[in-house]
């Protein structure tokens, strides 16, 4: 469970511009299309995705660029609630936190691709105004990676806490002779911060 949260929805940032909200609304029918070429991005790009379960990631991918489409779509300011999942989830799996940055800044390049693609077919002044507009794109990738950043750190925060009250309980059971409650938590000498081995 998370502890960490923060807020939903980020304050600062430009709240949009007109005709990056154009493009952008244009790549939400694009989706999976998208979700498909980040996810195989991703997993050729770094290993530590390779242990993470193919739908999972499948899953956390859409809904991350769904956010950030989205936002930008609708002129929003830049939310942070599927970055906070997402990094939350990947510090629980053990994926490190630059494999999780490295992530975001792929996605990054995924969309500004898609929507410098798109204005170069619309013609020069849609190209113009993604340039112009493009303060809004990286005021979205400051704040998504600001996000990921503190809740991956509260993750770990949080996992060192409950490991510390597990490994608190296992001492308490083994000094105390309680051999069910050793056994039903787990324990082992690992467990309590000990070698396999060693001259107990």
Same mark, same amino acid.
């Given at each position: 469970g998370r502890a960490g949260g923060g807020a939903g929805r980020a304050t600062t +940032? &430009?709240? $949009?511009? &007109?005709?990056v909200a154009r493009l952008a609304a244009e790549l939400i029918d694009e989706l999976d299309p998208l979700t498909d070429q980040l996810v195989t991005m991703l997993r050729d790009a770094d290993e /530590?995705?390779?242990? %993470? @379960?193919? !739908? @999972?990631?499948?899953? /956390? %991918?859409? !809904?991350n660029l769904a956010s950030f489409v989205g936002d930008l779509a609708s002129q929003r300011s830049p939310s942070t609630s599927s970055s906070r999942d997402t990094a939350w989830r990947r510090a629980d799996q053990g994926v490190p936190l630059g494999s999780v940055l490295h992530a975001y800044r792929l996605g990054f390049h995924v969309i500004w691709g898609a929507l410098a693609d798109r204005a170069l077919r619309k013609g020069p002044e849609w190209l113009d105004g993604l340039v112009r507009g493009s303060a809004t794109v990286w005021a979205w990738v400051d704040t998504s990676s600001e996000a990921v950043n503190a809740e991956y750190r509260d993750a770990l925060i949080e996992s060192a806490r409950k490991d510390e009250q597990q490994r608190m309980l296992l001492l308490d059971a083994l000094f105390e002779g309680r051999p069910g409650e050793w056994k039903?938590? +787990? $324990?082992s000498l690992p467990a309590i911060g000990l070698p396999e081995r060693g001259p107990y």
């Open positions: +940032g &430009p709240a $949009g511009h &007109p005709m /530590s995705y390779l242990a %993470v @379960d193919t !739908e @999972d990631l499948r899953r /956390s %991918v859409r !809904e039903m938590l +787990g $324990g």
